[in-house]
């Protein structure tokens, strides 16, 4: 089965930082990879998407990720982080069970906190 | 992209009682995907919804706890049944409307006391 890692429960960054927030992933053939964000008591928003062609892959609100084949990870970035950016991420790749509709499946997230 | 209005957005609900929640689409879509999020948890399928056919339920989650409605390509329901304090989750669904994007309702919290 198609899966991502997310080993760090919680990443803490100074405002105005670099923050990486990591992803590893598990799969059969080419991995269709996502990055969500979750607010306090918000849905989940969508942030970035690696299907194929650039490893470089850029997102929403300045975040972007790296798609990594060799070393199966797709880490999302961000060049200064701002405490606006404090959330709940996950990491998604798409199954490719055709019985789940192609659902994704989460990493157990990271939550990620900017002080100022 | 797809918009997705999801309902209620929370509820407190009885032990032994049934909610159901709605979630519609701004557009035809083939798929709807209901999810549960578990305290301090990752989204967990329960299962997928294909207009016109019985739902498909994943490992762990079951018809007679969780039925789904898929009446038509822009609509479904999720119903917890005889619920219990363990079943307080957020409940969200989501779809697939095209180019590999995938949309998530806004939610339901739902507390069961």
């Known amino acids: 089965a198609q899966s991502v890692a997310q080993p760090e429960d919680q990443v803490n960054v100074a405002e105005g930082n670099p923050l990486t927030v990591k992803c590893t992933y598990s799969v059969s053939g080419n991995p269709y990879l996502f990055w969500y964000v979750q607010y306090p008591n918000r849905g989940l928003q969508f942030l970035l998407k690696y299907i194929t062609g650039d490893n470089l892959v850029k997102g929403s609100y300045g975040f972007e990720a790296e798609f990594n084949k060799s070393q199966t990870s797709f880490h999302l970035k961000k060049p200064s982080a701002l405490v606006s950016d404090s959330a709940l991420y996950f990491c998604a790749v798409r199954d490719t069970n055709s019985n789940s509709g192609y659902a994704l499946n989460f990493g157990k997230g990271t939550s990620l906190l900017v002080t100022p | 992209s797809a918009v997705i209005s999801q309902k209620p957005s929370r509820d407190i609900c009885q032990r032994g009682t049934s909610l159901t929640i709605q979630c519609q689409v701004d557009?035809?879509?083939?798929?709807m995907f209901w999810y549960r999020q578990q305290p301090g948890q990752s989204l967990t399928l329960i299962a997928t919804a294909n207009q016109g056919s019985e739902a498909t339920y994943e490992s762990g989650f079951v018809i007679d706890k969780f039925p789904i409605s898929r009446p038509n390509l822009t609509f479904s329901t999720l119903t917890v049944s005889n619920m219990s304090p363990e079943d307080s989750s957020i409940y969200l669904c989501?779809?697939?409307?095209?180019?590999?994007?995938?949309?998530f309702g806004s939610g339901t919290r739902l507390t069961v006391v």
């Open positions: 557009s035809q879509v083939t798929m």
């Open positions: 989501s779809v697939q409307p095209g180019g590999y994007g995938y949309t």
